[in-house]
């Protein structure tokens, strides 16, 4: 079995293919420090896809080139776990001289493009340096969709494959669907929440944030409703802090600007503080969801985790990231900026969640030959391809017998 590096991972992994964040039983120690828990959603499925023996992660800050020598005797491969790095503020570290001095196949594991809201996304030297040399190290480059693959061919790099993300595929399971219960037995609904939001990649704050307030309260009055928080530090208070913690979450939240004009009003305060859930373990949100009739809302793969374990889930777009993974996968979404009410009996259509079916098992099978492309052991079973079926001989020219 292989022995592995990762670079760029997001938590500490534990039983062999699981990932928690660092420390994550002292609370105290990073309840005021914002981590993004759904980029350990990706390093926790990227394991969870790959036969491996050994695991170490490939250093790019102040890296000691002794090392990376050995490791290119060690080791087999390297895999940068999936996520948003082709953005014009993307920093590297030492990555591009790490890679010069590997030998080794690099392999990009899903990752993606972030668009601006106007203007063409320009990309630095260096991260077209980084993606060059990963590119020239492996047989193919996997990204998560078309916009991010078009950004790689601007800059010369053709030997892309589109492969979504590695959650999606956490269960290895090529025959995955979605099937529909009827909408009057929806009973417990998670909603995915991102308050904090980027003025450079969502087009109006305030109708993102009244629209996002509208909808928490509009579920929340119909089901029982999870509010499932990602990392942004006052949710992550208000589900696992003291009393003094979350009274310190309520009191920020009223500081806020954005919020307490577009966000925070009585009705969303006390959903905040009666149905807020946060984990910084990977395994307890795949929990979750398989407790949940429905997820959906604005996070990517908090509602990928929902689709990948076959509970329906509906994408909010508001940004080039959301709709590209709505796209790739042809999720059932809705645009945030569309001006339109969301009204869910629209979304509740098998014929919309027939085509991710569809979609969900042809990029399964682009995830795995990629993988096998790249000589990567994968966990991954093999996409049972229908045989060809030959033409049918007209009556008139068969033989009898």
Same mark, same amino acid.
């Given at each position: 079995?292989?022995?592995?590096?990762?670079?760029?991972?997001?938590?500490?992994?534990?039983?062999?293919?699981?990932?928690?964040?660092?420390?994550?039983?002292?609370?105290?120690?990073?309840?005021?420090?914002?981590?993004?828990?759904?980029?350990?959603?990706?390093?926790?499925?990227?394991?969870?896809?790959?036969?491996?023996?050994?695991?170490?992660?490939?250093?790019?800050?102040?890296?000691?080139?002794?090392?990376?020598?050995?490791?290119?005797?060690?080791?087999?491969?390297?895999?940068?776990?999936?996520?948003?790095?082709?953005?014009?503020?993307?920093?590297?570290?030492?990555?591009?001289?790490?890679?010069?001095?590997?030998?080794?196949?690099?392999?990009?594991?899903?990752?993606?493009?972030?668009?601006?809201?106007?203007?063409?996304?320009?990309?630095?030297?260096?991260?077209?340096?980084?993606?060059?040399?990963?590119?020239?190290?492996?047989?193919?480059?996997?990204?998560?969709?078309?916009?991010?693959?078009?950004?790689?061919?601007?800059?010369?790099?053709?030997?892309?494959?589109?492969?979504?993300?590695?959650?999606?595929?956490?269960?290895?399971?090529?025959?995955?669907?979605?099937?529909?219960?009827?909408?009057?037995?929806?009973?417990?609904?998670?909603?995915?929440?991102?308050?904090?939001?980027?003025?450079?990649?969502?087009?109006?704050?305030?109708?993102?944030?009244?629209?996002?307030?509208?909808?928490?309260?509009?579920?929340?009055?119909?089901?029982?409703?999870?509010?499932?928080?990602?990392?942004?530090?006052?949710?992550?208070?208000?589900?696992?802090?003291?009393?003094?913690?979350?009274?310190?979450?309520?009191?920020?939240?009223?500081?806020?600007?954005?919020?307490?004009?577009?966000?925070?009003?009585?009705?969303?305060?006390?959903?905040?503080?009666?149905?807020?859930?946060?984990?910084?373990?990977?395994?307890?949100?795949? /929990?979750?969801?398989?407790?949940?009739?429905?997820?959906?809302?604005?996070?990517?793969?908090?509602?990928?985790?929902?689709?990948? /374990?076959?509970?329906?889930?509906?994408? @909010?777009?508001?940004?080039?990231?959301?709709?590209? @993974?709505?796209?790739?996968?042809?999720?059932?979404?809705?645009?945030?900026?569309?001006?339109?009410?969301?009204?869910?009996?629209?979304?509740?259509?098998?014929?919309?969640?027939?085509?991710? /079916?569809?979609?969900?098992?042809?990029?399964?099978?682009?995830?795995?030959?990629?993988?096998?492309? /790249?000589?990567?052991?994968?966990?991954?079973?093999?996409?049972?391809?229908?045989?060809?079926?030959?033409?049918?001989?007209?009556?008139?020219?068969?033989?009898?017998?």
């Amino acid at each position: 079995m292989a022995r592995i590096l990762v670079m760029i991972p997001s938590g500490e992994v534990y039983d062999h293919d699981n990932v928690r964040w660092y420390g994550h039983a002292d609370l105290a120690s990073h309840i005021n420090h914002y981590h993004n828990i759904g980029d350990a959603f990706v390093f926790d499925s990227s394991l969870k896809l790959l036969n491996f023996e050994k695991l170490d992660v490939l250093p790019i800050d102040n890296p000691d080139m002794a090392l990376i020598d050995r490791m290119n005797a060690e080791y087999d491969y390297v895999f940068l776990r999936g996520s948003n790095y082709v953005h014009a503020d993307m920093q590297w570290s030492q990555t591009a001289d790490v890679l010069r001095r590997l030998k080794i196949p690099v392999i990009a594991f899903g990752i993606g493009a972030q668009a601006p809201v106007s203007g063409k996304l320009e990309l630095s030297e260096d991260t077209k340096t980084v993606l060059r040399l990963m590119a020239d190290s492996t047989a193919s480059l996997g990204v998560r969709g078309t916009y991010s693959a078009e950004i790689l061919n601007e800059i010369g790099i053709k030997n892309v494959r589109i492969i979504g993300c590695p959650t999606a595929f956490r269960a290895n399971r090529p025959d995955l669907a979605i099937k529909l219960p009827a909408l009057d037995s929806v009973k417990k609904v998670g909603i995915t929440l991102r308050r904090e939001v980027s003025p450079t990649y969502a087009q109006d704050i305030k109708r993102y944030l009244t629209f996002h307030r509208d909808l928490v309260k509009s579920l929340a009055g119909r089901f029982e409703a999870t509010l499932m928080a990602q990392g942004e530090i006052e949710e992550k208070k208000l589900a696992l802090g003291t009393p003094e913690q979350k009274e310190e979450a309520i009191a920020a939240l009223r500081g806020n600007a954005w919020a307490t004009s577009w966000y925070l009003d009585e009705a969303m305060e006390a959903l905040y503080r009666s149905r807020m859930f946060y984990s910084d373990v990977v395994a307890d949100y795949e /929990n979750l969801v398989r407790s949940l009739d429905l997820v959906l809302g604005y996070r990517l793969h908090g509602n990928l985790m929902a689709l990948a /374990n076959g509970t329906p889930s509906i994408y @909010f777009t508001y940004d080039s990231r959301t709709v590209e @993974f709505a796209e790739t996968f042809q999720i059932p979404s809705f645009d945030v900026f569309s001006g339109r009410d969301f009204r869910l009996e629209e979304h509740w259509d098998q014929a919309r969640f027939d085509r991710f /079916n569809t979609t969900y098992a042809q990029v399964y099978a682009a995830m795995r030959d990629f993988l096998v492309e /790249n000589k990567v052991d994968t966990k991954m079973a093999p996409v049972v391809r229908a045989a060809a079926v030959p033409p049918a001989v007209p009556e008139a020219e068969r033989k009898v017998a």
